[in-house]
């Protein structure tokens, strides 16, 4: 069984140093829950075994914040292809991965809503998405290039207005 996290990143700043979307940070309240999620998947879960997240500023801030307070110690795969990619770019970053069993994957909407309902064999829209909400989905595979053999199993699905509150 392959077990894929999907983590939009956090709330992210408006304001860019650079003038470019690509350098966009977080703001206050994006560094307030990327923690707090990343808190939320250690005690539910534990660590993911592999990482990959968009090149973006927002992306790698969210993975910092929400990778220490997992304890995550491997590496991180900072990919341009998931910059603000489609659905089927996503698919593409996901089928070639190796023999990790857990991996999260840390990108944008509205990629990563879509890609979700996809991969869960729903209707787009069937879910909502977030910032700084993470999923898991279980598919019942033994390669990730298998992935499009069977619907992955939504086994949670967590948004920070409901973390927050608890
Ligand atoms: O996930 C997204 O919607 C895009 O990365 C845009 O980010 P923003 O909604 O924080 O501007």
Redesign the pocket.
């Known amino acids: 069984m392959k077990t894929l996290y999907l983590l939009?990143?956090a709330?992210?700043s408006p304001y860019s140093p650079t003038g470019g979307d690509h350098d966009r940070p977080l703001n206050d309240r994006g560094r307030r829950d990327a923690p707090r999620m990343g808190r939320v998947l250690r005690k539910v879960d534990g660590s993911p075994e592999h990482v990959l997240c968009s090149t973006s500023a927002?992306t790698r801030e969210t993975a910092d914040l929400f990778l220490e307070r997992c304890k995550y110690k491997g590496e991180v795969d900072y990919l341009d292809e998931i910059y603000?990619a489609e659905p089927e770019a996503l698919h593409r970053a996901v089928a070639r991965q190796g023999d990790a069993d857990r991996l999260l994957m840390i990108g944008?909407?509205p990629g990563t809503e879509l890609f979700l309902c996809r991969v869960i064999g729903g209707p787009e829209a069937i879910l909502r998405v977030p910032?700084c909400a993470l999923t898991r989905i279980d598919f019942d595979i033994d390669e990730w290039a298998d992935i499009d053999r069977v619907n992955g199993m939504l086994v949670w699905h967590l948004i920070p207005a409901v973390i927050n509150e608890l």
Request: overall charge positive; aromatic content about 0%; cysteine-free.
């Open positions: 939009r990143h709330k992210s927002r603000e944008h909407n910032t």
